[in-house]
């Protein structure tokens, strides 16, 4: 199977399991991945974790099968590969990816959609596009754009320079860089313990982020809607155990609700 799920501690674990193409997506594993994503949805996992099988954690597009001048480029990135980044950005639980290796393309656009990134400091990113006469996708402009800002975006989109997971933390595209070898452990760390916290709060707080990113909310309103939010939280089970706990001076079991 190209695209596998396993669900512990209520954390999904979605692997890309195509190594032998360097984990590109060609349409089945498209399908596999909506498919995956459905199933941790159903699961009510809490967190849900992306890596990647063997040397890579995706190459993007597999290209084997392309027609220049023949396809449609708009139309396979508006059918086939925009919808599984919206997917990802808008699943219904925190979400983490492992990045090891080459990370392009709809790769680039997978991990990036997912709310925190691990990469290995040796792992390798960027706009490889320039070299094909293409255009970078996935979502990748927005968020490079909203993590490094436009003018660090555009130079790496003209270069095609591919820039490390090291450098890549150090300019804040993503979250932390780690070695190798501990990059998905500290990733699953995480995964899991977030997932033992007061979720439903912490989904209060991703969909006000969202806002934030495709909005533009100004104070006035980040203001009104962390009032709402506080308000929502305050009627969960989690925030009832977690003031309790903090009373008691025990530490909090939380539920997700």
């Known amino acids: 199977m190209n695209v596998e799920l396993t669900v512990a501690n209520n954390v999904g674990e979605i692997v890309l399991n195509r190594p032998a193409k360097m984990n590109a997506f060609d349409d089945a594993m498209v399908a596999a991945m909506h498919q995956r994503l459905?199933?941790?949805?159903?699961a009510r996992v809490r967190a849900l974790l992306i890596r990647g099988e063997g040397p890579a954690f995706s190459a993007g597009r597999d290209l084997a099968g392309a027609e220049p001048g023949k396809e449609d480029a708009e139309l396979i990135l508006k059918t086939v590969f925009n919808p599984v980044i919206r997917k990802i950005a808008d699943f219904p639980a925190p979400t983490f990816a492992a990045v090891h290796g080459p990370c392009l393309g709809v790769g680039l656009g997978i991990?990036?959609?997912?709310?925190?990134?691990?990469?290995?400091?040796?792992?390798?990113?960027?706009?490889?596009?320039?070299?094909?006469?293409?255009?970078?996708?996935?979502?990748?402009?927005?968020?490079?754009?909203?993590?490094?800002?436009?003018?660090?975006?555009?130079?790496?989109?003209?270069s095609g320079r591919l820039i490390s997971g090291a450098e890549a933390a150090q300019i804040g595209l993503v979250?932390?860089?780690?070695?190798?070898?501990?990059?998905?452990?500290?990733?699953?760390?995480?995964?899991?313990?977030?997932?033992?916290?007061?979720?439903?709060?912490?989904?209060?707080s991703k969909r006000l982020v969202a806002r934030i990113r495709d909005e533009g909310l100004g104070l006035d309103a980040v203001l009104e809607a962390e009032a709402r939010a506080q308000g929502a939280a305050g009627r969960t089970e989690d925030y009832r155990e977690g003031i309790g706990a903090f009373q008691a001076k025990r530490a909090p079991q939380f539920v997700g609700r």
């Open 175 to 204: 979250n932390r860089a780690l070695p190798s070898a501990s990059v998905l452990e500290e990733a699953r760390k995480l995964a899991v313990q977030t997932a033992q916290g007061p979720t439903a709060a912490f989904m209060e």
């Open 38 to 42: 459905a199933e941790a949805a159903s």
């Open 111 to 158: 991990a990036l959609a997912c709310d925190v990134v691990y990469m290995a400091d040796d792992a390798k990113t960027g706009s490889p596009f320039a070299r094909i006469g293409a255009v970078l996708d996935s979502g990748a402009h927005a968020f490079m754009t909203a993590r490094i800002g436009g003018h660090r975006t555009l130079e790496l989109i003209y």
